[in-house]
């Protein structure tokens, strides 16, 4: 969609520097340029190549890639933008966007940040603040505590006033960290302990507050823009109750279902919050709303949302030039009743990450991305290009996947068409599950709360692929990709070569046959060979899974096909199917019908029954589900265990992950200790289960 103009002169900024990385530096950087503005980078050790640092005028090295020493490095961000002559730093959203020191910083040194004033960061910043300002201002809140005393035990008896189940929130928190459902007394101890700890580790502070859960409610929140001069509008809402782990990953603009009378009110509440705190710039106001038409204050957020492209595509807006022209004291271009709605726009959070292992997050190389073409109806807001790697230290985003039309209805059709065409391999994500998501029926009617994802659940499991489909696909990816090599060989090269070097199959008077052992990540084992003939191949499965005793099942298709790159059309029996091939040593990633599929190839394969013979029945590997960093061992060697408890804290792209006890048993190696980093796949402790210790007694 085009974006209106702003009234006002442009911004007489003409360099900038952007203290963040990723789709959100590559978003402001796109702005600022199309206005004239040059822009400074920031880069981390792991992100030199990154797409924010190509795309910029010019980029300075911060430090090392943990952010404490990057881009939470405050003294090193301000000395770079005085040496490149910047004269404002946009903080985007995270990392020191609600920082209200690093904001005092910018102004004393002359810097314009590009954000709200620091008295009003410090108000907003903390939950507790922002909870006592809107208790004077008769602003509905959620029944809970959010007092000063933080001494654990405020905590537990404030816990047991208020009942459950209820939300432990980090004071400074926000983007869905620093907060735990605590559905019970016994719970509360435990999960204070790893949500203040997560809290420091995030935000530098771990002052809690707690509120009462309220279940049945849907998470709504009002953009709002204001300036120097007093004047505050809002632009529409935006629904994002489509949550797991208390992080949005789909938000819409406008909130469907929503009567007009409770879109002004809420509308009208957020302008009041905000000249309240005397506000200029973007803030998002949040609330929670109930099936009883009630709506309750969450917290206030001083910056730009993740989500704000979907407010940018129903009013034609582009809040990042309003942000820069505002923090010239340039006043709103728009009154209220000059902001005008169009249609409904929808945006989901491409994530590296394993829906099928509680959304672990996942790090590692994009060896193969094709995104979805864009268009009016199609946006596309990322920081990856292929090959770029998802590092363990940063939040697993990749990319911001935005659709609009002129109704709710098209808009998820357009949404399910560009999902189809998204396709990345080399690294788990969740585009499988956005899949289903975007398909199921309650979504379709607006039925939104909180719990959708909980909620939901079967629903959201994958479709069975069509394994037959899958392997003959893969094998004839693999036939194809041989026969196009031999070809560009044979047309660049007199090749008068043994008949024995060959690898087409060939034998004597018999047709050539060739055969692939092709294997799922779950453990379905086939053969697929791939018979000659004159035009096209007869393809025969065998399954090689399960069990010895039964006899393998024999399946024969008819199959022709053309693979140009990685795009695939066969004929299976008469039956013209696409896919989409990505070939490796290892593997083939498969994606086919609008899901992905791995298979391994023979030399993987092997490797896992290698590694399958080799291991001792008598010890357990308990092995690190993602890169990361050990944040506190729970165990020591000899230690008795029981199944389920918790052995290991780890922590990765700002998330906390328990590692516990596959079965009861005896400690006999820890590898690790605080502080360490670790790789995926890292054995972290060996463990001996009780079953083998019976074992050992019963042999001596």
């Not at 020191?96 to 910018?106: G, I, K, R, T, Y």
Request: one cysteine or more; a negative charge.
């Amino acid at each position: 969609m085009s974006h209106q103009v702003l009234a006002n002169k442009p911004t007489p900024f003409t360099k900038i520097l952007i203290a963040n990385r990723g789709e959100i530096a590559c978003r402001i950087i796109s702005t600022a340029q199309r206005l004239g503005i040059q822009c400074v980078a920031v880069y981390s050790a792991v992100d030199k190549n990154a797409r924010h640092v190509c795309m910029a005028d010019e980029a300075f090295y911060l430090g090392p890639a943990p952010a404490a020493e990057s881009y939470l490095n405050c003294p090193r961000i301000l000395a770079i933008a005085q040496q490149a002559n910047a004269q404002a730093i946009h903080p985007g959203y995270g990392f020191l966007s609600e920082n209200a020191q690093f904001a005092q910083a910018c102004e004393q040194q002359g810097i314009v940040f590009i954000g709200p004033s620091v008295d009003a960061i410090t108000t907003m910043g903390s939950k507790s603040a922002a909870k006592t300002m809107m208790t004077a201002a008769n602003v509905p809140l959620v029944a809970g505590y959010h007092g000063h005393a933080q001494d654990t035990q405020t905590l537990t008896t404030q816990s047991q006033k208020i009942g459950y189940p209820q939300l432990l929130k980090a004071v400074y928190g926000g983007g869905g960290k620093g907060m735990r459902i605590v559905n019970t007394a016994n719970e509360f101890s435990h999960a204070l302990t790893a949500t203040k700890r997560e809290a420091m580790a995030s935000f530098g502070n771990d002052d809690m507050l707690i509120e009462r859960y309220l279940t049945k409610t849907r998470h709504i929140e009002i953009q709002i823009f204001s300036d120097h001069h007093g004047n505050c509008i809002y632009l529409s809402q935006r629904d994002c109750s489509i949550q797991r782990r208390h992080q949005k990953i789909l938000e819409e603009a406008p909130a469907p279902a929503l009567p007009l009378a409770t879109q002004i009110a809420m509308g009208e509440a957020a302008v009041a919050a905000a000249k309240a705190i005397h506000y200029r710039g973007a803030g998002t106001v949040e609330f929670l709303y109930d099936e009883h038409d009630q709506f309750y204050f969450m917290e206030m957020n001083t910056r730009l949302q993740v989500e704000h492209p979907v407010t940018e595509m129903i009013t034609g807006l582009d809040l990042v030039e309003w942000q820069l022209c505002i923090a010239n004291n340039a006043p709103l271009p728009l009154t209220q009743s000059d902001v005008h709605i169009d249609g409904h726009a929808i945006e989901v959070r491409i994530y590296a990450e394993d829906p099928d292992n509680d959304f672990m997050p996942a790090s590692g190389d994009i060896t193969f991305l094709k995104q979805p073409p864009t268009s009016q109806h199609v946006r596309i807001d990322t920081g990856i290009r292929q090959g770029d790697e998802i590092s363990p230290f940063y939040d697993p985003m990749i990319a911001k996947l935005i659709v609009w039309d002129h109704t709710r209805d098209l808009a998820l059709l357009r949404l399910q068409s560009a999902l189809s065409d998204y396709k990345i391999a080399g690294i788990k994500t969740n585009i499988g599950f956005l899949t289903q998501l975007a398909q199921v029926p309650a979504l379709q009617e607006a039925a939104l709360n909180t719990d959708f994802i909980i909620t939901h659940a079967n629903a959201l499991l994958p479709d069975s692929m069509n394994l037959e489909y899958a392997f003959i696909l893969a094998a004839m990816a693999l036939e194809l990709q041989q026969n196009n090599i031999k070809d560009s060989i044979k047309n660049t090269i007199d090749s008068h070569s043994s008949p024995w070097d060959e690898t087409t199959g060939w034998r004597l008077n018999q047709p050539a046959i060739n055969s692939q052992q092709l294997m799922t990540e779950d453990g379905v084992h086939c053969r697929v060979s791939l018979i000659k003939q004159a035009q096209d191949y007869k393809v025969e499965l065998s399954s090689l899974t399960q069990t010895n005793t039964a006899p393998p099942e024999h399946l024969s298709y008819n199959v022709s096909g053309e693979l140009d790159d990685s795009e695939l059309v066969a004929f299976i029996d008469g039956h013209r199917v696409k896919a989409t091939a990505v070939i490796t040593a290892f593997n083939i990633t498969l994606f086919y019908a609008g899901q992905r599929l791995v298979l391994l190839r023979q030399l993987a394969i092997k490797n896992h029954a290698s590694q399958a013979n080799h291991a001792n029945e008598l010890e357990a590997k308990i092995t690190a589900p993602m890169n990361g960093v050990i944040v506190s061992v729970l165990c020591q060697p000899e230690q008795l265990v029981e199944a389920g408890e918790p052995l290991i804290v780890m922590e990765a792209m700002k998330m906390e992950c328990n590692i516990t006890a596959p079965t009861a048993g005896v400690i006999s190696t820890v590898f690790y200790q605080d502080g360490d980093m670790v790789e995926d796949g890292a054995e972290l402790i060996q463990l001996t289960p009780s079953l083998a210790l019976d074992k050992k007694e019963q042999v001596s």
